[in-house]
Protein backbone atom coordinates (compact mmCIF):
# COMPACT_ATOMS: atom_id res chain seq x y z
CA UNK A 1 0.00 0.00 0.00
CA UNK A 2 1.26 3.37 -0.73
CA UNK A 3 2.07 6.12 1.89
CA UNK A 4 2.42 9.72 1.36
CA UNK A 5 2.80 11.33 5.04
CA UNK A 6 3.51 15.15 5.01
CA UNK A 7 4.92 17.22 8.57
CA UNK A 8 6.56 20.21 8.89
CA UNK A 9 3.45 22.84 8.08
CA UNK A 10 2.60 25.36 11.19
CA UNK A 11 2.10 29.28 12.00
CA UNK A 12 4.87 31.86 10.99
CA UNK A 13 5.46 35.37 10.92
CA UNK A 14 6.10 36.99 7.18
CA UNK A 15 9.33 37.06 6.37
CA UNK A 16 9.95 33.38 8.20
CA UNK A 17 11.07 30.16 6.68
CA UNK A 18 9.23 26.36 7.53
CA UNK A 19 10.42 23.12 6.27
CA UNK A 20 8.01 20.56 4.57
CA UNK A 21 8.70 16.79 4.83
CA UNK A 22 7.25 14.14 2.52
CA UNK A 23 8.14 11.05 3.34
CA UNK A 24 7.17 8.08 1.08
CA UNK A 25 6.32 4.24 1.11
CA UNK A 26 4.81 1.70 -1.10
CA UNK A 27 6.51 3.38 -4.26
CA UNK A 28 9.92 3.30 -5.92
CA UNK A 29 10.72 6.50 -4.53
CA UNK A 30 14.00 6.64 -6.37
CA UNK A 31 12.36 6.71 -9.93
CA UNK A 32 9.09 8.57 -8.54
CA UNK A 33 8.33 12.13 -9.76
CA UNK A 34 7.61 13.90 -6.67
CA UNK A 35 5.43 17.36 -6.41
CA UNK A 36 4.40 19.98 -4.00
CA UNK A 37 0.54 21.51 -4.40
CA UNK A 38 -1.13 24.07 -2.32
CA UNK A 39 -4.02 24.99 -2.18
CA UNK A 40 -5.50 28.69 -0.53
CA UNK A 41 -9.33 28.91 0.65
CA UNK A 42 -11.26 29.71 -2.23
CA UNK A 43 -8.56 28.96 -4.46
CA UNK A 44 -7.77 25.93 -6.87
CA UNK A 45 -4.95 24.11 -6.32
CA UNK A 46 -1.80 25.22 -7.53
CA UNK A 47 1.47 23.44 -8.41
CA UNK A 48 4.47 24.92 -6.11
CA UNK A 49 7.40 22.70 -7.16
CA UNK A 50 8.48 19.21 -8.79
CA UNK A 51 11.47 17.60 -8.43
CA UNK A 52 12.53 14.88 -11.01
CA UNK A 53 14.31 11.56 -10.32
CA UNK A 54 17.52 13.19 -11.51
CA UNK A 55 16.83 15.81 -8.87
CA UNK A 56 15.31 18.72 -11.93
CA UNK A 57 13.48 20.88 -10.02
CA UNK A 58 11.15 23.70 -11.68
CA UNK A 59 8.84 26.12 -9.35
CA UNK A 60 6.11 28.52 -9.79
CA UNK A 61 6.93 31.84 -10.58
CA UNK A 62 5.40 33.11 -7.59
CA UNK A 63 8.23 31.26 -5.24
CA UNK A 64 11.18 31.21 -7.47
CA UNK A 65 14.04 32.53 -5.19
CA UNK A 66 12.10 31.74 -2.08
CA UNK A 67 11.59 28.00 -1.61
CA UNK A 68 13.66 25.07 -2.37
CA UNK A 69 12.49 21.75 -3.00
CA UNK A 70 14.97 18.32 -2.33
CA UNK A 71 14.53 14.70 -2.32
CA UNK A 72 16.38 12.37 -0.25
CA UNK A 73 16.41 8.84 -1.73
CA UNK A 74 17.74 6.69 0.83
CA UNK A 75 15.28 8.28 3.11
CA UNK A 76 12.24 8.27 0.66
CA UNK A 77 11.67 11.62 1.64
CA UNK A 78 10.93 14.76 -0.18
CA UNK A 79 11.35 18.09 1.28
CA UNK A 80 10.03 22.07 0.30
CA UNK A 81 11.97 24.60 2.01
CA UNK A 82 9.75 27.77 2.49
CA UNK A 83 12.15 31.02 3.35
CA UNK A 84 11.12 34.44 3.08
CA UNK A 85 7.31 33.25 3.43
CA UNK A 86 4.54 35.64 2.77
CA UNK A 87 0.44 36.18 3.55
CA UNK A 88 -0.17 34.97 0.33
CA UNK A 89 1.30 31.41 1.01
CA UNK A 90 -0.82 30.53 3.47
CA UNK A 91 -2.69 27.15 2.01
CA UNK A 92 -3.20 23.45 2.62
CA UNK A 93 0.26 21.96 1.10
CA UNK A 94 -0.31 18.75 -0.71
CA UNK A 95 2.88 15.70 -1.74
CA UNK A 96 2.09 14.70 -4.79
CA UNK A 97 3.71 11.57 -6.10
CA UNK A 98 3.75 10.13 -9.83
CA UNK A 99 5.25 6.49 -10.29
CA UNK A 100 5.09 4.14 -13.62
CA UNK A 101 1.24 4.24 -13.88
CA UNK A 102 0.45 5.33 -10.18
CA UNK A 103 0.19 8.92 -8.39
CA UNK A 104 -1.26 9.71 -5.64
CA UNK A 105 -1.68 12.51 -2.84
CA UNK A 106 -0.28 12.90 1.29
CA UNK A 107 -3.59 14.04 3.68
CA UNK A 108 -1.81 17.61 3.65
CA UNK A 109 -0.54 19.80 6.09
CA UNK A 110 -1.75 23.41 7.06
CA UNK A 111 0.96 26.61 6.26
CA UNK A 112 -0.72 29.77 7.74
CA UNK A 113 1.40 33.29 7.50
CA UNK A 114 1.08 35.91 9.56
CA UNK A 115 1.48 39.65 8.61
Known amino acids: QVHLVESGGGLVQAGGSLRLSCAAS????????MSWYRQAPGKQRELVATVGSGGGANYADSVKGRFTISRDNAKSTVYLQMDSLKPGDTAVYYCYASWRIWTGWGQGTQVTVSS
Open 26 to 33: GIGFSAAA
